[in-house]
């Protein structure tokens, strides 16, 4: 990774040792297992001593105190791409960023669904994890880096002035750096890069300080469970200014009111934090408030980087692969690799998420009927007020309800076209501004970073995707493979099998988990017992939403959404509308699932067995209608889905046709009898005596 050397004051090894000391808490490790009887701790003279992490990430690697802290150098893999060598962003022989918007990230009327079936709480995770990561504030004084609007844009520039931009500032940077060729621009990071909870507890002693409760190891909350208000005015953004400063939530990042989503997040682990300390408090009633504290800190930053690694990442990049594809298993801490975010990372390929969200967030109930109307996400920025009114209990099951949209080139309008107002009187593009981003950070073209990360150069867009439609836009965006932006060409990558993301991604993605992980001398299983390890392995996030929420109705595993209905349709001989052991399945049946209102939604035919699924389905009420040939429908009891999983054992009976009464006197032949010729097809089950109409029932 390329770094510019900081110029910073001498940094002597007595001042690393005392900056690591700082991090240091007197704790009792028999206290840090939460759930589990915890022994009163010996006098604090004679326990042994249990380092913690400091707030702002100094004195993680003893040797290197500052790799991973606060207001660290964003690092490079690609060489600096700027205009001039110093600090003009690149990207000069490119369109413009809107018109290279409208051409590749225009959303298609109801967008397209991902075709694995992870969840919206993929990309919640993944804001609220990126939130741990990294933030980069605006430059001061204020450089702008305007986006130029195409002449006539409907949303921009309905008027055809020629004169629309859409505003943007450049980021802030490492005022020793930008001097010259040599010492190029390097933007900075104000948070920690470590998985570090600081989302949750923050980056500075203060703000840890003001979320305190400072009473058993508890964190601060408003009414409801929920975050305290910022009545103190620390910094919190406020972008949308739908409601004042002090009715925005305090939480560990300043973003956290940004959505409704995101906030349920910051909340239940806060929730979470309470919950260990508040059962640590209540079996070792000696343990003090700072212990108590930084017990319930270590569990959920463990939480927060088990259910990343274990559950995040695979839903995101598919089954492990081995080397550069694959986050390897964990081998132990390693003192020499900077887990520093790169630029890459943090301002192309983690934005990835941009491309998965929905138009609106709905409010669900444990049986996932709407409890109020769906808000749309342009309506949903920083306003908090949904919290206030239903909780988050609603919100977290929408989220492990809904499927997230397909990871493509695609942004949906209510961050594509966001206006502030009427068309033409401003508002933002997101697709557009995250391309002006990597631009202002003097990040190189596709190719040039696809090779930084140890892949080939391509030399056609067909070798980006096969999609011969997003092949034509590139082209007639860029004209050139060589000028393709990295977000752009990412994003248009086919996807590596089992996964959805393409090479160039998943290499940065991979390269940044790996560091983040291996440069950590605080990673849980490197740091904590064994036997807690073990416990931290063995949650998931259902099971954090069960503790800290009513929302138990859910799936094991909340990333994914798989939901599907199986059964079988039988020749129902005895007409009891159960399938007996010798009655046969029926084949080449059609079978229909149809919805509340009665719509069709899914149709299939019956194999050999008479066996029919219908998966990929959404919550909902549906049932079964079989048409067998020659005969009326049957229609199966209503079937609910309320969480993801199968619903078997919907067999649904077919009666045999009534025999055919024989005219008397007349015996008929041998040869010709109706009843066991029509009955053959069940098995010889069943009377000749005419029933009811088929009958369906549920194993």
């Known amino acids: 990774m390329n770094r510019q050397p900081r110029r910073r004051p001498p940094f002597d090894s007595a001042q690393r040792v005392a900056k690591c000391l700082m991090g240091v808490e007197r704790l009792e490790v028999r206290a840090m297992p939460a759930g589990l009887p915890l022994a009163p701790p010996p006098p604090p003279t004679t326990g042994p001593t249990v380092e913690v992490r400091?707030?702002?990430?100094?004195?993680?690697?003893?040797?290197?105190?500052?790799?991973g802290s606060t207001g660290e150098q964003l690092l490079r893999r690609s060489v600096a791409a700027y205009g001039d060598g110093v600090s003009d962003p690149s990207g000069s022989d490119r369109p413009s960023a809107r018109v290279v918007s409208n051409l590749l990230a225009a959303n298609p009327a109801g967008g397209l669904v991902n075709d694995r079936d992870w969840t919206a709480f993929?990309?919640?995770?993944?804001?609220?994890?990126?939130?741990?990561?990294?933030?980069?504030?605006?430059?001061?004084?204020?450089?702008?880096?305007?986006?130029?609007?195409?002449?006539?844009?409907?949303?921009?520039?309905?008027?055809?002035?020629g004169t629309m931009t859409i505003s943007m500032s450049r980021s802030a940077y490492d005022p020793a750096t930008g001097?010259?060729?040599?010492?190029?621009?390097?933007?900075?990071?104000?948070?920690?890069?470590?998985?570090d909870g600081s989302q949750v507890y923050g980056s500075d002693a203060t703000r840890a300080a003001a979320l305190r409760a400072f009473t058993g190891g508890l964190m601060r909350t408003s009414d409801g469970g929920l975050l305290p208000f910022n009545t103190t005015g620390l910094a919190n953004a406020n972008d949308a200014h739908r409601v004042a400063d002090d009715q925005l939530f305090l939480a560990g990042d300043t973003r956290a009111n940004e959505n409704p989503e995101l906030l349920s997040l910051q909340t239940?682990?806060?929730?979470?934090?309470?919950?260990?300390?508040?059962?640590?408090?209540?079996?070792?009633?000696?343990?003090?408030d700072e212990q108590l504290y930084q017990h319930a800190r270590r569990l959920v930053i463990a939480e927060l980087q088990r259910i990343t690694y274990d559950e995040f990442l695979p839903a995101?990049?598919?089954?492990?692969?081995?080397?550069?594809d694959g986050v390897a298993p964990y081998r132990g801490y390693r003192a020499d690799v900077n887990p520093g975010i790169a630029t890459e990372f943090s301002t192309v390929a983690f934005r990835v998420?941009?491309?998965?969200?929905?138009?609106?967030?709905?409010?669900?109930?444990?049986?996932?009927?709407?409890?109020?109307?769906?808000?749309?996400?342009?309506?949903?920025?920083?306003?908090?007020?949904?919290?206030?009114?239903?909780?988050?209990?609603?919100?977290?099951?929408?989220?492990?309800?809904?499927?997230?949209?397909?990871?493509?080139?695609?942004?949906?309008?209510?961050?594509?076209?966001f206006?502030?107002?009427?068309?033409?009187?401003?508002?933002?593009?997101?697709?557009?501004?995250?391309?002006?981003?990597?631009?202002?950070?003097?990040?190189?073209?596709?190719?040039?970073?696809?090779?930084?990360?140890?892949?080939?150069?391509?030399?056609?867009?067909?070798?980006?995707?096969?999609?011969?439609?997003v092949q034509e836009s590139l082209k007639l965006a860029y004209g050139s493979i060589d000028r393709v932006d990295p977000w752009v060409g990412g994003l248009a990558e086919t996807h590596q099998p089992g996964s959805s993301l393409g090479a160039t991604f998943t290499r940065i993605l991979v390269d940044q988990f790996t560091r983040l992980r291996d440069g950590d001398r605080f990673w849980y299983q490197n740091s904590l017992p064994g036997d807690l390890v073990r416990t931290v392995q063995g949650t998931t996030l259902a099971d954090v939403i069960r503790r800290n929420s009513s929302v138990t109705n859910i799936q094991p595993d909340v990333f994914f959404f798989r939901a599907s209905i199986t059964g079988s349709v039988f020749g129902d001989g005895n007409r009891d509308g159960r399938r007996q052991g010798l009655e046969p399945g029926l084949a080449s049946v059609a079978v229909s699932l149809v919805d509340a209102s009665g719509t069709a939604v899914a149709t299939a035919q019956t194999n050999a067995r008479g066996?029919?699924?219908?998966?990929?389905?959404?919550?909902?009420?549906?049932?079964?209608?079989?048409?067998?040939?020659?005969?009326?429908?049957?229609?199966?009891g209503g079937v609910s889905i309320t969480r993801g999983g199968q619903v078997k054992g919907v067999d649904v009976g077919v009666t045999p046709p009534a025999q055919r009464p024989t005219p008397n006197p007349v015996k008929a032949p041998p040869a010709a009898r109706p009843s066991v010729a029509m009955d053959a097809a069940f098995a010889g089950l069943g009377g000749s005596t005419p029933t009811a109409p088929g009958t369906a029932r549920r194993r």
Do not use: C
């Not at 806060?270 to 508040?278: D, G, K, S, T």
């Not at 206006?419 to 073209?445: C, K, M």
């Open 316 to 324: 995101l990049l598919g089954a492990a692969r081995p080397g550069a």
């Open 419 to 469: 206006l502030f107002g009427a068309p033409g009187q401003g508002g933002f593009d997101l697709a557009a501004l995250n391309i002006q981003r990597g631009r202002d950070h003097g990040i190189s073209d596709y190719n040039t970073v696809r090779a930084a990360y140890g892949l080939p150069r391509l030399t056609s867009f067909s070798q980006i995707t096969a999609d011969v439609g």
């Open 353 to 417: 998420g941009h491309s998965m969200l929905g138009e609106d967030i709905d409010f669900l109930d444990a049986n996932g009927v709407d409890i109020r109307d769906p808000m749309l996400l342009r309506d949903a920025f920083f306003d908090p007020r949904p919290l206030s009114e239903v909780g988050i209990d609603s919100i977290v099951k929408y989220l492990a309800s809904a499927r997230a949209q397909e990871i493509d080139t695609r942004v949906v309008d209510d961050v594509r076209n």
């Open 268 to 288: 239940l682990f806060v929730r979470e934090h309470n919950r260990i300390a508040a059962e640590a408090a209540a079996r070792n009633p000696a343990l003090s």
């Open 54 to 67: 400091s707030f702002d990430g100094s004195g993680n690697n003893l040797a290197q105190p500052e790799w």
């Open 179 to 195: 001097l010259g060729v040599g010492n190029p621009r390097q933007q900075t990071n104000e948070i920690t890069a470590f998985i």
């Open 611 to 636: 066996e029919y699924a219908f998966r990929r389905l959404d919550i909902g009420s549906y049932r079964v209608v079989v048409t067998p040939a020659g005969g009326p429908a049957v229609t199966s």
């Open 122 to 161: 993929v990309y919640a995770w993944g804001q609220f994890l990126d939130h741990d990561l990294g933030l980069t504030g605006a430059a001061s004084p204020r450089e702008r880096l305007a986006i130029a609007v195409p002449t006539g844009d409907p949303s921009f520039d309905p008027a055809g002035t």
